[in-house]
Structures are given as structure tokens and as C-alpha cells.
């Protein structure tokens, strides 16, 4: 739906008649943005949240729903079986901008027909063959479309259809969610979607770290469609990114499979091998929508990496990219380090000792490396990961650098928040030591490589003689400037370096050169950072703050704005009014940049032959999509399916009620010695876990347990669970516990409260535990590691984990074997847990033979 990010901004949720918060803690965890929702209410908007735990969130909704985690996709099937049963979708909406009438192939079988499954599907690679999910086509290669919307292998049938068993006796049974609750939550949205009303999404990763997580985000979508939310004010999807940058860290990646922009890195395994541009093209532009500009993207990268050495001869240095052979994303990582396949890591911004699923493993692997150089603010645990409880020092060969990293405040940079909103900040202060910023480190490291290979002949040195590596530095330390980075990725014309004026003027015959075609205009032609633009909208004119800052693509704010007016170019309504078409003008204009060419008029018909946006009608906004419209029914891009199923978690007390598959059968499990899961419907794991975090703490603690006050606020690891699990337990508010899975057991304090409720899952009651994820060895305050219970393993599009949602044991008191008390930093004093005394360990023992006896009575 989104290019890498949310479709609208934080702001307008203001404008929404009622959000909806599935999979966040958005009051807790993003507490900025979370004062939008809260003057939504003061104006009349529903609240509703849906989430296994009752929060703060929860406290200011209109309606809380209680949910098994994991279950997700039941929740939001049958809130998209009830718009479609009662009529209340968007209609009109729906069969202008969807692909509701286009035509399946014959060849398409369901999950309904499979049980679980798809088309297509090999159970030995485990993977799914696409050609039966495409569309029946026309002589012009064009899909077939039944406008009637009536055709069975129309879009809107087929989905009709697959979601006609998410009842709301489903969504109870799956979900444990009363009836009453779900049917209040579907009528309030759909009352208050529509042609007048809009109602917005917003998740964060308790959508994204499932074995289905990208096919919850993608019910989320295909909901909002069916309503007309998508592109309108108070609509759309709002990703809730979990840390300052996470959005720019996926926009100029991060990520091995992705280069600036979303362009795809060269496949080695493709057919033909992607060894030339002209092969890496072919595979990956699109002949039809926007994507058919990609040749001007990545020449023009190309061209700001390797300057003048890039030619149309050589393929604009093509052969220098690595071309990627498997899958090389954060989990195969850690595998092949522990098989000894790796020698050396770079380590910034992360704390995989705490913050790593199955962290125990991942501190493991770490042990293989000849060299680990691990940047950051303190000595976080990655950076003693020799140091870790059962590891050896004696044993470990890793040579590990410390250096000490700048803060924000210390560097001058920007970023790129949850709505795709570059922003500039200053440095306020010079970096204490010898701490450098990230940009100084890599720049300075850059050019001494240089130099070790200036005097190589090799070809295989060529890609690093030749790389653009020049910047003008000043102060003592030669820091880098951060600005003509920007200007870099902003984009600029090669013969005289001036700045494009965005990623309409970039070419693919070399003349421009651009870092990420997405941020092309962040740096205006007359030179201005608007990422450090500040200027608010004049009293009473609203034109989404189009001067505050930078938003991508083109400073755009909410993404296929089209689709806030009608086919005929003008808003559905008054009340929800954004971009719509000028005849007086001919041009598209409005409160927003218009996602839409500016000159295409709404009766401009699609030319069949033709290629780019001459392929779509000035009635298509989604320009991102082949064939213009908003997939209800994906016929690619999603490996596990292209509809969303439900599918139990990897670690599952219950079975599939849907389906005779257990598991999304895509996932990739990983299965070795080391890297042990709990079966599904073990009776020894009966409880479900979930992990979350705290508005206290950052993530894996990396910044704030070095914090006196935040340390105060929150001193200790511990765990939620009910009242009924707690009396079970003979378990205390405040008593030790060990929780554990089969890749170990933590000790934490407990917290009972009335936030956490049994569920009934059929016939069973369902305990659920949550726990915050921030503690590790190091730090003012120490607990053990929540992640040392969590499984490895990726779902099988992103390459994610599945953190939020597995499961476990629990016991009362504390572990028979206690932490190790690591040397502390010089940060300050370690609170440590200490260690059991003997009677504790006999206490522990005789507990577990109880356990072991109840287990048995169980199986």
C-alpha cells in the first residue's frame, strides 16, 4: 500500500472521525504522536483498541478489545466479511479505485478449497509457484474486468468468498474477543467510513513481528480499501516506527536485499543472473505505473556512487554492486557466524546481546569472530558479549573495539520519522573524548581503505578506487559535512552540480546522479535544506505543513491523495476535501502535493500500449501499481499468499480452528540443535508470551539504563500476568518467578493485574504474559534477558521475527541457576538480582517435580 511507509501523517489523525490502534501501545510508546489521537477524541472521534493487554492506550479509547496474540488476521477477516456482508463498504469507492473487478485466472484455488493452502504451492521448497494467482488477460496483455462486480473469479467475489468464515463466532473462538465487543468495533468503523466520514489505521510491531505479519498489514489495507480511507484526510495506514529513524533506515537501507529507494539489490539466482544492468532492469521495472522510471533511479545512483568512472560503456559500474546469491538478513547472519562462516562485524546501533531473538544463540555466534567493532554511547552487552552468563572468556578468540559514539546532540544530521518526515537537527554541542559521529567514522574508514588499495591492479579493488569518497571536511577531527551528503541524495545534474528539483528530472543516460530518488528535491534548486525548513501553515489555511520540513516522494504528506476525490475529480465531500481537480486550470491542486500528474485530466482514458502512467486513466490513483488501482487481491509481492489467512504462530497452544495448516507454511524455522522451538499444542508451554515496551526505557536498554531517573521509574524486569494465573501460581503482586521456553528461563518480578484476562480459546482458558524486553547485564539497573526465550526464525517476505507471540512456562520463585554478576562499566553502580540461597534452589526443585507431575496429568 505504502512505499516502505505510513500513507498519511501524524497530524491528521486530528481529522479522523475514528482511529483505529491495532498491534501498539501508542500512548506509552509513541507518546508525541499519540496527542493527535487525543484531540481527535476531544472532537467527537471513537477510539478503539484492540490488544492482548489493557494499557494506557486502551484507557482512552471508546472501545478496548481484548485479543489472543497472534490472531490478528481473524480479528480483521471478520471485520472485512462484515463490510462486505452488510453493505457498508464504500461502493463506489471500491469499484472506481480497486481491482475489485479484475478477473483471476482459472487456474486459482483458494484456501477455502485447500484447507490452508493456495495454489501453487511445492511442499518441498516450501515456496508457492504465482502463475495461477494473476489475472485473466485481453488481447493488449490488459486485465479482464467484470464491472458488474457479479463474475466468481472477480477480485471481489474471490475475497467475498475466502473471508465468508471470519464470523463474528469466529473472531471469539480465535480471537477470545466477546461478540459484542467485535460487532461494536465493526459497526463503529463502518459508521464512520465512507463518503463523509474516514477512519484511520495505525500499528506498529505487534502487526509486523509474526510468522504473518506482512499479510496483517495487508488485511489492515485491504480493510481500509473496502472503506475509502486509503488517500483521504483522516484515513489511511499509520506505521508506528519504533525508534527516531527506523523509516530512514529503510529509505536509504539498512537492509541487504535493498538499495536507496526501494530498489531491489542484483540477484545472482535469478534467471538470468542479474550481472548486467540492462538483466537487473529487465527483472525489476515495470512496464506499466511508476515503476517504470526505474532506469533513471538507478543510473542515477550509479552515477552519485562512482561519479565520472560511471559510463554507458561499462554499465554505469553495474558489475560493482554484489549481487546477492541467499538470503543474507539478520538471521542466516547469526547462523553462519555460529558455523564459523564470518570473521568480523560492525556493530551501530544495535544491541543484539539483548535486543536479538534467542539472544543466547546470537551471543554464541558472536563467539566465532576473529574481530567485532562495536560503536555506541556506553559498554553495552554486545560489547562484553564475552563476558555473557555461560560463556567463557578463556575460550573466546574475538578481538572487540570499542569506540565511543556521538550523541544526536553531538552531530549535525537528520531524520526520517514515522510519516516519511526527513528533518533536519543541528549539532548543539562538540562530542565529548573521543566520541565521533557515525558519518566521521564511516567517511574516515572509507578513506583509509582507499589508500590501502590505491596502488592494487586488481579488478575486484576496482569498486573501491572508484567510489565517489571525497567530501570537504572542518574542525579538528576533519568532521565530515553532513549537508552535501544531503545534497547528494537530494540529486544534482553532472555537469554543472546543480540541484535537481526533484525525481522528475532525473535521467537514465548518466547526466544526473542522485543517492535516493525518494528524497530527490530535499534540497531545493536554489540550494535550501528544506529538512530544515520551519515554517508553519498561517493561521486558518491548511495546506498540511507543506513548509515544515521534507516529506517523500516530492513533499508529499498523505500518499495516493487521488482517491480523496471522486472519478470525476472532485472531494467525495466538503468535510474531507484534499486535492481535486481544477478545470479552470487544468491542474490537480490542494492541500497536498497531489500524488497524481499534475496535467492528467479525470476523463483521460488509459492507453492500452501504453507504457508508465500513459497506462493508466486519470481515474487510477494508485500510481505505484502496475495497473493503477488498490489491491484487494494481490497476484504478487507476497510470497505466502495473496490474501491474508490466519495461521497459528510457530509456537501455538492451540490448534488452527480455520484450517487443517497449522503454520504459515512459508516460514522459515531454522531448525538446528541450537536454535530449539517449543512444539505447537506442547502441554509443557501452555501459556502464551508476549514483549513489549515501556515509555521508560529505549528499546534493549542501551541508552536508558544508564539513565538515573529512568532507572528509578522503572528498576526491575518483570512480567504481567492475571489474577487467575497468579492464584494458580500461589504467585504474589511483587513475588519472584522464572518463566522459561526450551531455549532457556529468566527470573523476573511479577505484576499482577486486572490488564491482563484469561481468554476461552473453544474450550480452554487461555493465560497470556507479558513482558518488557529492556534488561541485559549492563547498565545502573540489571535483569536477565527476555530474548534469551524468544525463537529464531523469519517470516518469509521482510525476514522478520516473531517476537510477539510464543510460548512459555511460569513457576514461582527464582531460577535454580543465577545470573552471573559481570564486572560493571565505570557508568556507575550495578544493581544485580544476586543469586538463590540453597533452600531457594530445594524450593525450585521440589517445584519443578510438582510441575513435571501436573505436565503429566496434562498430556
Not at 432 to 446: I, K, M, N, Q
Not at 585 to 605: M, S, V
Not at 630 to 648: M, Q
Not at 797 to 818: D, M
Amino acid at each position: 500500500m505504502g512505499r516502505g511507509g505510513a500513507t498519511t501523517a501524524l497530524w491528521d489523525l486530528e481529522k479522523a472521525d475514528c482511529i483505529l490502534i491495532m498491534g501498539s501501545n501508542m500512548a506509552e510508546c509513541h507518546p508525541v504522536g499519540f496527542r493527535f489521537v487525543v484531540k481527535a477524541r476531544e472532537k467527537g472521534a471513537k477510539i478503539i483498541h484492540v490488544d492482548p493487554r489493557f494499557t494506557r492506550t486502551s484507557a482512552m479509547a471508546n472501545i478496548y478489545a481484548p485479543i489472543r496474540a497472534g490472531t490478528d488476521i481473524v480479528f480483521l477477516g471478520g471485520l472485512i466479511n462484515y463490510a462486505l456482508e452488510s453493505g457498508k463498504y464504500f461502493q463506489e469507492y471500491v469499484a472506481n479505485y480497486t481491482n475489485a473487478a479484475f478477473l483471476v485466472s482459472e487456474d486459482y484455488q483458494d484456501t477455502e478449497e485447500l484447507d490452508g493452502l493456495f495454489s501453487g504451492f511445492d511442499p518441498e521448497t516450501r515456496t508457492y509457484d504465482m502463475a495461477s494467482w494473476q489475472y485473466q488477460l485481453d488481447e493488449h496483455g490488459q486485465p479482464l474486468r467484470d464491472e458488474t462486480l457479479q463474475h466468481p473469479r472477480c477480485v471481489l467475489q474471490i475475497l467475498r468468498k475466502h473471508f465468508a468464515r471470519y464470523s463474528p463466532e469466529v473472531v471469539e473462538q480465535v480471537c477470545g474477543t466477546p461478540q459484542a465487543t467485535f460487532l461494536q468495533t465493526a459497526e463503529t468503523i463502518c459508521a464512520n467510513s465512507g463518503r463523509e466520514r474516514t477512519t484511520a489505521f495505525c500499528y506498529a510491531v505487534g502487526w509486523t513481528q509474526h510468522t504473518t505479519g506482512s499479510q496483517m498489514i495487508r488485511a489492515g489495507a485491504i480493510l481500509q480499501l473496502l472503506l475509502g480511507n486509503v488517500g483521504r484526510p483522516g484515513g489511511g495506514l499509520m506505521a508506528l516506527r519504533g525508534h527516531a529513524t527506523i523509516q530512514g533506515s529503510t529509505d536509504v537501507p539498512t537492509l541487504y536485499n535493498m538499495l536507496p529507494g526501494y530498489m531491489k539489490t542484483p540477484m545472482e539466482t535469478s534467471d538470468p543472473p542479474q550481472y548486467k544492468l540492462e538483466d537487473f532492469l529487465k527483472a525489476n521495472y515495470a512496464p506499466t505505473g511508476w515503476w517504470y522510471n526505474l532506469p533513471k533511479y538507478m543510473v542515477s545512483l550509479l552515477k552519485a556512487w562512482y561519479g565520472p568512472n560511471a559510463t554507458a560503456e561499462n554499465g554505469f559500474c553495474f558489475n560493482y554492486l554484489p549481487k546477492v546469491g541467499g538470503d543474507y538478513s539478520y538471521t542466516p547472519m547469526f547462523l553462519n557466524m555460529k558455523d564459523g562462516k564470518m570473521r568480523g562485524m560492525f556493530v551501530m546501533g544495535e544491541n543484539f546481546a539483548v535486543g536479538g531473538m534467542n539472544a543466547k544463540l546470537e551471543v554464541e555466534a558472536m563467539t566465532k569472530l576473529d574481530w567485532c567493532v562495536v560503536r555506541d554511547l556506553f559498554e553495552i552487552e554486545t560489547a562484553v558479549f564475552w563476558q555473557a552468563e555461560g560463556v567463557d572468556p578463556k575460550t573466546v578468540p574475538t578481538e572487540v573495539f570499542l569506540m565511543p559514539a556521538a550523541v544526536v546532540a553531538e552531530k549535525d544530521g537528520t531524520y526520517t520519522n514515522t510519516q516519511r518526515l526527513v528533518q533536519w537537527h543541528d549539532k548543539a554541542v562538540e562530542p565529548p573524548g573521543d566520541a565521533r559521529s557515525e558519518t566521521w567514522f564511516v567517511y574516515h574508514l572509507g578513506q583509509r581503505l582507499r589508500q590501502l588499495y590505491a596502488d592494487s591492479t586488481l579488478e575486484r579493488d576496482k569498486p573501491i578506487q572508484h567510489l565517489q569518497w571525497e567530501l570537504p571536511t572542518s574542525g579538528p577531527y576533519a568532521e565530515p559535512k553532513v549537508e552535501e551528503v544531503v545534497r547528494e541524495i537530494s540529486g544534482y545534474r553532472v555537469a554543472d552540480h546543480s540541484q535537481v528539483g526533484g525525481f522528475a528530472e532525473l535521467a537514465d543516460d548518466g547526466t544526473t546522479a542522485c543517492g535516493c530518488w525518494i528524497y530527490s528535491g530535499v534540497v531545493s534548486p536554489d540550494g535550501r535544506n528544506l529538512a530544515a525548513s520551519r515554517q508553519a501553515d498561517p493561521p486558518g489555511v491548511d495546506t498540511n505543513h507543506q513548509d515544515w520540513a521534507f516529506s517523500w516522494p516530492n513533499n508529499r504528506r498523505i500518499l495516493y491523495n487521488r482517491a480523496s476525490a471522486d472519478p470525476d475529480g472532485q472531494p467525495w465531500s466538503e468535510a474531507k476535501k484534499l486535492v481535486w481537480w481544477d478545470a479552470a486550470i487544468g491542474k490537480w491542486t490542494g492541500q497536498d502535493t497531489p500524488d497524481f500528474p499534475l496535467n492528467k485530466a479525470p476523463e483521460t482514458p488509459a492507453n492500452p500500449d501504453g507504457k508508465g502512467l500513459e497506462a493508466h486513466s486519470g481515474r487510477d490513483p494508485f500510481l505505484m501499481q502496475a495497473d493503477g488501482r488498490g489491491w484487494l487481491f494481490a497476484p504478487k509481492g507476497l510470497v505466502d499468499g495473496p490474501l491474508p489467512t490466519h495461521y497459528e504462530a510457530l509456537e501455538s497452544p492451540v490448534e488452527n480452528p480455520l484450517y487443517k495448516q497449522q503454520i504459515n507454511p512459508t516460514t522459515k524455522e531454522f531448525s538446528r540443535k541450537d536454535n530449539r522451538r517449543n512444539r505447537s499444542l506442547d502441554p509443557r508451554y501452555p501459556y502464551v508470551a508476549t514483549t513489549y515496551r515501556l515509555t521508560e526505557h529505549h528499546t534493549s536498554g542501551g541508552m536508558s539504563r544508564w539513565i538515573p531517573w529512568l532507572s528509578e521509574l522503572q528498576p526491575e524486569l518483570f512480567a504481567e500476568i492475571d489474577p487467575e494465573l497468579a492464584a494458580e501460581k500461589q504467585l504474589k503482586n511483587g513475588d519472584w518467578a522464572t518463566v522459561w521456553t526450551e531455549r532457556g528461563e529468566l527470573e523476573l518480578k511479577v505484576l499482577v493485574t486486572d490488564r491482563m484476562q484469561p481468554l476461552k480459546i473453544g474450550k480452554r482458558r487461555i493465560h497470556q504474559i507479558g513482558m518488557p524486553y529492556h534488561w541485559g547485564s549492563r547498565g545502573l539497573i540489571t535483569g536477565d534477558v527476555v530474548n534469551n526465550l524468544t525463537p529464531l526464525l523469519e517470516e518469509a517476505n521482510v525476514y522478520i521475527h516473531e517476537a510477539k507471540t510464543f510460548t512459555c512456562n511460569l513457576r514461582k520463585g527464582r531460577r535454580t541457576s543465577p545470573p552471573v554478576s559481570s564486572p560493571s562499566s565505570s557508568q556507575g553502580v550495578v544493581v544485580t538480582n544476586g543469586g538463590a540461597g540453597q533452600d531457594l534452589v530445594e524450593m525450585q526443585n521440589k517445584e519443578t517435580s510438582s510441575n513435571k507431575q501436573e505436565e503429566g496429568k496434562q498430556t
